[in-house]
């Protein structure tokens, strides 16, 4: 081998991983991703009854609102779009959901009666001997009555619709040297129940009425000194239709007219159409009582 002859060296590298693969992963797996996401929303329209198919076309054909559909005219509003019987079937069950919460739920349920009505959904705190809700002879609720009231503020407060509050006593009349009757007796009873609703929730405009009808809506008309002829009643009402847009033909209502006739579970007719309170007079306190209701 000729000494002034360079060596050749030969380097051998081992294998291992490439080099760097760039970002095309990650878009395929952002497209997976969205792939998957669009079929779960597919699988769960597909399982979603009518009116929530309806309220999701409404808001893609119609997006800033213009339309009749729940999807988009009352987007926003609230966990509460009752425009019918059955959606308020839906809103009883939740509301007595929300009441079984309560601490002492168990010792008030039966004095809690909650019907669908012509009016709109009628929530009833019904007293018994000893004054469940008030205080006997007086328009100052009990604890179990605020803490009642507070839960239903709690949820009635999160729905678009109005409220009517009404006040109701039995036949036994009431004796005071002020003039203080029934009437302003069932009348400071609803308000009193729409002080604490304002103050856990339901909103300054939400309440439509507040009506004292004394011993003139008897539940049990067969005993007029029934201790559940003494009740307050919040009435949830139906919303109004959304009005038609130009050139299109108004949808009826579902719901039936109002004022009609319930029965309870007595067999005895409940109150028809309510009109307007009766005798609003508020001012004085009964100084004495000789009958409690």
Same mark, same amino acid.
């Given at each position: 081998?000729? #000494?002034?002859?360079? #060596? ?11 080099? =760097? ?6 878009? @395929?797996? @952002?497209?997976?991703?969205? @792939?998957?996401? @669009? ?24 997006? &800033?609102? +213009? ?5 988009? &005219? ?9 425009? +019918? ?31 669908? &009505? ?50 109701? &006593?039995?036949?036994? #009349? ?14 400071? %009873?609803? +308000?009193?129940? *729409? %002080? ?14 507040? %009506?004292?009808?004394?011993?003139? *809506?008897? %539940? ?5 000194? =029934?201790?559940?002829? *003494? ?34 579970? =007595? ?27």
């Amino acid at each position: 081998m000729d #000494p002034n002859q360079q #060596p050749i060296i030969i380097k051998k590298k081992k294998g291992g991983h490439g080099g =760097h693969h760039g970002g095309a992963w990650k878009v @395929a797996y @952002a497209d997976f991703v969205t @792939a998957m996401m @669009a079929l779960f929303i597919v699988l769960w329209l597909l399982s979603s009854d009518e009116k929530v198919k309806q309220a999701v076309g409404g808001y893609f054909s119609d997006p &800033t609102g +213009n339309g009749k559909l729940m999807g988009s &005219t009352l987007a926003g509003s609230g966990d509460g779009l009752q425009l +019918n019987k059955d959606d308020m079937s839906q809103l009883k069950e939740k509301i007595e959901a929300a009441l079984k919460q309560a601490p002492e739920f168990r010792k008030m349920s039966k004095n809690i009666q909650i019907t669908v &009505t012509g009016e709109g959904l009628r929530i009833e705190l019904l007293e018994d001997e000893k004054g469940m809700f008030f205080q006997s002879g007086s328009p100052d609720p009990s604890d179990m009555g605020v803490e009642l009231v507070s839960k239903l503020a709690e949820e009635l407060g999160k729905l678009p619709n109005k409220l009517f509050l009404e006040g109701h &006593t039995d036949a036994k #009349p009431f004796a005071s040297v002020n003039g203080y009757s029934n009437w302003e007796l069932s009348s400071d %009873r609803a +308000n009193a129940a *729409r %002080r604490i609703m304002m103050e856990h929730g339901v909103r300054p405009d939400q309440v439509a009425q507040v %009506r004292g009808f004394a011993d003139q *809506r008897l %539940r049990v008309t067969g005993e007029p000194d =029934h201790a559940s002829n *003494r009740r307050v009643s919040v009435i949830v009402q139906y919303l109004e239709p959304p009005k038609p847009a130009p050139g299109e033909e108004p949808k009826e209502e579902a719901g039936g007219g109002h004022g009609e006739a319930k029965a309870d579970g =007595h067999g005895e007719k409940k109150a028809e159409a309510h009109g307007e309170a009766k005798d609003a007079g508020h001012g004085a306190k009964p100084a004495e009582a000789g009958k409690k209701h």
